[in-house]
């Protein structure tokens, strides 16, 4: 009886051993070896986006360039990257600066006197200046001269290629002017805008003096450069009136 029972004993552990050899086999290798490559590879591609940037990423958060407002349009949901725990909407950082390049080479086809720049928003008031000053293209702020580039019996008329502005709501007189004799806009459209009469959007923080100087400080920068002026560019904190 002792014998046979020992026999048992080792039939079933071999038996048990066979099972757990099996188990072993089918049961899925971990990936964990793999990860610090992954890791590896999100790390090189998140440092070569940043080196494809106009100016390090961390410029544009110091402005706020990519905080929105707590409204999102249907016409900016596509440039939205998600929304804080407060609520504000954040823009895709990698969007604003390929829009910017691209606003940059869409203006760089102009000359400066076929070009028209309207904001009415005080933030942009001493960006939009330095911006003139740079490139010699007309800046309205404060009060736009309604009929300037519609009406031919002002004395102050005159024909424009280009509208810029800085916001469709609170510029929509210019905006309407551009519409009316057909041609482009570009607008800088923050999260709660409405796009309809525009040609190329800008999503960004519009209402900020160091979102919107950053912004004009690049631009005026691009523009020259595509041009081929060469123009000193000053720092940006000119174009803000404070440090970022």
Not at 150 to 172: A, G, H, R
Not at 183 to 193: H, K
């Amino acid at each position: 009886m002792k014998k046979e029972k020992e026999t048992e004993d080792k039939n079933e552990k071999e038996e048990k051993e066979e099972q757990e050899a099996e188990v072993k086999k089918t049961k899925p290798k971990k990936k964990a070896e793999k990860k610090p490559e992954k890791e590896e590879t999100e790390k090189e591609e998140l440092i070569s986006q940043e080196k494809n940037l106009l100016i390090p990423l961390e410029d544009y958060v110091k402005a706020g360039v990519h905080l929105g407002t707590k409204v999102i349009t249907a016409h900016m949901r596509p440039y939205i990257y998600k929304r804080r725990a407060d609520g504000l909407a954040i823009i895709n950082t990698n969007e604003i600066d390929s829009r910017i390049k691209t606003a940059a080479l869409l203006m760089a086809k102009y000359r400066p006197e076929d070009i028209i720049v309207a904001c009415k928003r005080e933030a942009g008031w001493l960006a939009l200046k330095k911006f003139s000053e740079l490139t010699g293209i007309k800046v309205f702020t404060k009060k736009y001269p309604a009929g300037i580039i519609t009406n031919i019996n002002l004395p102050t008329f005159f024909e424009s290629s280009l509208m810029v502005i800085i916001d469709p709501w609170i510029d929509k007189n210019p905006m309407m002017d551009a519409v009316q004799i057909n041609i482009p806009v570009i607008a800088l459209c923050d999260t709660n805008n409405v796009t309809s009469y525009i040609d190329f959007i800008i999503p960004c923080n519009n209402k900020s003096n160091k979102s919107i100087g950053l912004i004009f400080w690049i631009l005026a920068r691009e523009y020259n450069k595509l041009r081929g002026n060469d123009i000193k560019m000053p720092p940006y904190e000119e174009f803000i009136g404070e440090s970022l």
